[in-house]
């Protein structure tokens, strides 16, 4: 485009400078036949005309010289031409003369567009040639690097598969390119450490909860107890519950961002939601309400990770519902509600998704949750909402 501008104004510059020139060259040519008329004049008192380029009259004063141009009829071509006329006054020998000299300026305008177009014309060709020319070697230059970008686009993390990354004569894209594959085999090598780590914390972890779980057990169903030790033994095993659900949380979050949950089945949650508050009302003294479509929706995901859901989006309203309020499901077409009456709105519902956000520390969770069916969102393209209206929270599921 700056090639396309600079061409267009040298272009312009071009005519109206040769233009100049020309019509220089033909009012020096007016002044020079001018001045041999006036010479002939001076020499031989005889008037002589040679229309229309040289025409003499005798003339009463003497005026200014007068510049223009003009069309007048030329007979030997036939037909009315553009001139450029010059007219000067003078007075020899003591006679006063109007010496009027025109010459034709049609033919200067005819070489003037030749040498323009001749101009655009190679202007024009050098310009295609260079776009192309350097249109096929930028593509040739950069055809590595988009390659290369488009495999690191296709890159994941989680996965064995080599990364195939082609070379390049541009030192820059060279250099880019084993830098590249550098980062990537540290990334790859790290995050296998990472879930390594995470995998055998999680593992080696589970076992001696579970066994301070029942040496606890044993202690609380014993004789010799008092009720402050008692209260205090509860504690203990209320909190290495809460550690333990935690460890399982945090695993299955860390499960879910690595994408190791890929058996996709098509899973009915109309039935599965029915499940989980079959299995809630049981432990549960909130009143559930279900209602809705009892075949819709059809969602394509992991069956266990759809438990989760409905686990945890009924576990949360349970939790947070009055003890004499009512939770109520509905299901329908692509989209999944669960609400609960409350007694105000939360002060943070930006929040609510975040890992171990809890509105109130009195809430014995793990905060986790919440962050757990976000994740599971996310990880299948759902959109989640919460709102608050009239004294009821809403969480709304839409496949």
Not at 370 to 383: D, P, R, S, T
Request: net charge negative; proline share 3%.
């Amino acid at each position: 485009w700056i090639s396309f501008l600079l061409m267009l104004i040298s272009t312009i510059t071009l005519y109206f400078y040769v233009k100049s020139l020309m019509r220089s060259e033909v009012e020096e040519e007016l002044y020079s036949t001018t001045a041999r008329v006036e010479a002939a004049l001076g020499k031989n008192d005889i008037m002589f005309s040679l229309s229309p380029l040289v025409e003499v009259t005798y003339a009463n004063l003497i005026s200014p010289e007068i510049l223009k141009d003009t069309i007048i009829y030329d007979p030997s071509q036939n037909e009315m031409e553009e001139f450029r006329e010059l007219s000067i006054f003078k007075e020899i020998k003591g006679k006063k003369y109007k010496i009027t000299v025109r010459n034709l300026i049609v033919e200067s305008e005819d070489i003037l567009i030749a040498i323009i177009l001749s101009y655009m014309t190679i202007i024009i060709l050098v310009f295609i040639f260079l776009f192309y020319f350097n249109k096929a070697r930028n593509n040739k230059l950069w055809l590595p690097f988009f390659t290369n970008l488009e495999a690191m686009k296709n890159f994941s993390i989680t996965s064995d598969k080599p990364i195939s990354l082609v070379d390049s004569e541009i030192i820059e894209f060279s250099e880019l390119k084993d830098e590249v594959e550098t980062l990537i085999n540290k990334v790859r090598s790290d995050y296998k450490n990472l879930k390594h780590y995470t995998e055998d914390v999680s593992h080696e972890l589970q076992t001696p909860l579970a066994i301070i779980q029942a040496k606890i057990e044993n202690i609380i169903n014993g004789d010799d107890l008092n009720d402050k030790q008692f209260e205090h033994l509860t504690s203990i095993q209320k909190d290495i519950q809460r550690l333990t659900q935690m460890n399982k949380r945090l695993t299955l979050l860390t499960k879910i961002e690595n994408n190791q949950f890929d058996n996709l089945e098509i899973v009915n949650m109309y039935d599965r939601i029915a499940i989980t508050v079959k299995n809630f009302q049981e432990l549960s003294n909130v009143q559930i309400q279900i209602s809705g479509d009892v075949n819709l929706p059809l969602v394509n995901m992991d069956p266990y990770l759809a438990e989760v859901l409905c686990n945890n989006l009924v576990s949360n309203a349970l939790k947070h519902s009055n003890p004499d309020g009512i939770v109520k499901i509905f299901a329908s077409n692509k989209v999944l509600s669960i609400s609960n009456q409350g007694s105000k709105a939360l002060e943070h519902p930006e929040k609510l998704y975040s890992r171990f956000y809890r509105e109130s520390e009195l809430a014995k969770s793990t905060g986790l949750g919440l962050a757990i069916v976000h994740k599971i969102c996310q990880l299948y393209k759902f959109k989640i909402s919460y709102q608050f209206i009239d004294g009821t929270h809403s969480f709304t599921v839409k496949f």
